[in-house]
């Protein structure tokens, strides 16, 4: 199995010492976001975890504490962007961010670290020109450091366009996202980065940017040296090429506070949240109520299929 940790919040930057216990104990509990009283009781035993896919936007709390995912393959989709706080409230700064993606590569690589440039948005001041310099200010200190980078353009949701009410955000034309991405992928290629696009209906071949799969079965198989037999993830939407997996997330309990993000329905849900957050705990929100129905989540490996129950 493939751990998701995670689409819904960023574990690393607010939660790393949470997934360390759990590492420790050997197995985590995850609420049905559908039915929070359903939860699935999933076992991280390295023998079932082929692999374990990190997203963040800050993983620095992480870094010295690798050792302990010694038993797991594992690598990140790490998100830098050009927004300031305006748009990405309490993200790091710059310089911290890419001193953090550098020691993190230096550890275990670059084949293991994804650079998000992601969601693309613009505004009257982020416009394309705007960009296009601030990728290559990023891709030139990024050079040698990652190999691959996935882009997006931003979908505005109905709680999306509410977080940022107040700017002048909008959605990129289809002409727009082709001009974008052709100045985007030239760029890239000067430093050694293939870009890839997220769960885009729009193909974007002709300059040289293929559909990516941030749960990627072809990267992981490269990581492991074997073939893993697993499919497409039904639960995401169909744009999306992302295989089967776990996310052990939830949503509502990011303190980025990214003013373009799904998995946040407003900030005081937010602050909510995560006073409920108790790192010895095996939910990331809160503990097991006397309702909750507490069901062992039926966990293989891609890799043998031997069910481990």
Not at 13 to 23: C, G, H, L, T, V
Not at 166 to 184: D, N, P, V
């Given at each position: 199995m493939i751990?998701?940790v995670s ?7 607010f939660y790393s010492d ?5 590492i ?8 049905n976001?559908m039915n929070?009283h359903?939860?699935?009781r999933?076992?991280?035993?390295p023998?079932?975890?082929?692999c374990?896919?990190f ?5 620095k ?8 995912l ?8 790490f998100t830098?962007?050009?927004y300031?706080?305006?748009i990405?409230?309490?993200?790091p700064?710059?310089?911290g961010i890419?001193d953090t993606?550098?020691?993190l590569?230096n550890?275990?690589?670059p084949?293991?670290v994804i ?5 693309i948005?613009l505004?009257?001041?982020l416009?394309?020109e ?5 990728f290559e200010?990023l ?11 996935v ?8 709680k999306?366009?509410?977080n940022?009410?107040?700017t002048?955000?909008r959605?990129?034309?289809q002409?727009?996202m082709?001009k974008?991405?052709t ?7 000067r430093y050694?980065i ?5 769960a885009e ?10 559909h990516?799969?941030c749960i990627?079965?072809v990267l ?7 073939k893993?037999?697993?499919?497409k993830d039904?639960?995401?939407r169909?744009e999306c ?6 996310d052990?997330?939830e949503?509502?309990t990011?303190?980025?506070?990214c003013k373009?993000?799904?998995a ?6 937010v602050h ?6 108790n790192?010895?705990s095996p939910l990331l929100?809160?503990?097991v109520l006397p309702?909750d129905k507490?069901?062992e989540?039926?966990?293989f ?5 031997k069910?481990?129950?």
């Amino acid at each position: 199995m493939i751990l998701s940790v995670s689409r819904r919040t960023d574990i690393p930057a607010f939660y790393s010492d949470w997934f360390f216990n759990r590492i420790k104990e050997g197995f985590l509990y995850v609420r049905n976001p559908m039915n929070i009283h359903q939860i699935s009781r999933i076992s991280l035993s390295p023998s079932v975890i082929d692999c374990i896919v990190f997203w963040s936007k800050n993983p620095k709390p992480m870094l010295g504490r690798l050792d302990e995912l010694k038993d797991y393959m594992y690598y990140f989709q790490f998100t830098i962007n050009p927004y300031d706080i305006k748009i990405e409230e309490y993200v790091p700064t710059k310089s911290g961010i890419i001193d953090t993606f550098k020691e993190l590569s230096n550890k275990i690589g670059p084949d293991r670290v994804i650079w998000r440039y992601d969601p693309i948005i613009l505004t009257d001041t982020l416009t394309m020109e705007y960009h296009v310099k601030y990728f290559e200010e990023l891709a030139k200190r990024l050079e040698g450091l990652t190999k691959t980078c996935v882009i997006s353009f931003v979908d505005l949701y109905k709680k999306t366009e509410r977080n940022l009410k107040g700017t002048t955000a909008r959605e990129l034309s289809q002409s727009e996202m082709l001009k974008l991405a052709t100045h985007l992928a030239l760029i890239a290629k000067r430093y050694g980065i293939t870009i890839q696009s997220c769960a885009e209906k729009i193909e974007l071949a002709s300059v040289g940017i293929q559909h990516g799969h941030c749960i990627d079965n072809v990267l992981i198989e490269d990581l492991l040296g074997v073939k893993l037999v697993v499919s497409k993830d039904k639960n995401q939407r169909p744009e999306c090429g992302c295989v089967q997996s776990i996310d052990v997330g939830e949503y509502n309990t990011c303190k980025h506070l990214c003013k373009y993000c799904y998995a946040n329905f407003n900030a005081n849900k937010v602050h909510e949240k995560i006073m409920k957050h108790n790192s010895e705990s095996p939910l990331l929100i809160g503990e097991v109520l006397p309702e909750d129905k507490i069901t062992e989540r039926k966990i293989f490996s891609f890799i043998s299929q031997k069910c481990l129950f």
